[in-house]
């Protein structure tokens, strides 16, 4: 079914996803905690033109997603960087304000249920590991998020790489946004946004490297 997308207040192009474990000691600032490398790095990002960040981490408790969360809503609160929330409804609905986007998964919790508990300003995004999850994708849904295109290690319970074919008949199917995610390289930027996709979503290429900031410079250069 074809839809006409509501996503039209703000960019995918740049996205970013992340928790503290992502951080590596490498990048750490002196007696930096990676909790607070994260924040460091987001908030710098943003300022270089970040368009959204989603915070995903499975291991922390509600209490210190809480603070996490409210401490990354500040900081993007005067950017231009869109904040998104992976999968914690609770959070969410507790920092309306604050937060832009939730995010959910095929294993989290349903839509139609996330969206009775959280403010209607609040875009849904929603992950698509298969083709066939298409035709079963709510109507407020604002974007769905794709992957992983290419193999990846970075998440343990990822489906299998779904490749660069099928995700181009996914975005010919749908008129909602489509950010592609999974294994992507920024040798992979220039074939995925001549697919169509409206978002790149990253995570171990920016993460992992001697220097974030110069890494996210490049990615935005090529993803704008």
């Not at 769905?144 to 010919?172: F, H, L, Q, S």
Request: glycine share 6%; charged share 25%; aromatic share 8%.
């Amino acid at each position: 079914m074809k839809r006409i997308s509501k996503l039209n207040s703000f960019k995918l192009n740049t996205y970013l996803i992340a928790g503290p474990e992502n951080i590596q000691d490498k990048t750490l600032l002196p007696k930096e905690t990676k909790r607070e490398g994260l924040i460091r790095f987001v908030y710098t990002f943003a300022s270089l033109g970040l368009d959204v960040f989603q915070l995903r981490c499975k291991n922390l408790k509600d209490k210190e997603f809480l603070s996490l969360a409210q401490d990354l809503g500040f900081i993007l609160k005067n950017t231009n960087c869109k904040f998104c929330v992976n999968d914690n409804v609770k959070v969410v609905s507790m920092l309306p304000n604050e937060i832009d986007i939730l995010h959910i998964g095929q294993d989290d919790m349903k839509p139609e249920q996330a969206k009775n508990q959280i403010n209607n300003k609040v875009k849904i995004g929603w992950s698509i590991t298969d083709i066939s999850q298409v035709e079963k994708i709510p109507y407020f849904v604002d974007y769905i998020g794709v992957g992983p295109i290419y193999p990846t290690t970075t998440k343990n319970d990822a489906a299998n790489a779904m490749g660069e074919e099928v995700i181009e008949r996914i975005i010919k199917t749908v008129k909602i946004p489509v950010v592609a995610i999974g294994g992507i390289k920024l040798k992979n930027i220039n074939r995925l946004r001549s697919l169509g996709v409206s978002g790149i979503a990253i995570i171990s290429e920016i993460f992992n490297s001697n220097n974030p900031k110069d890494k996210f410079i490049e990615f935005k250069n090529l993803a704008k």
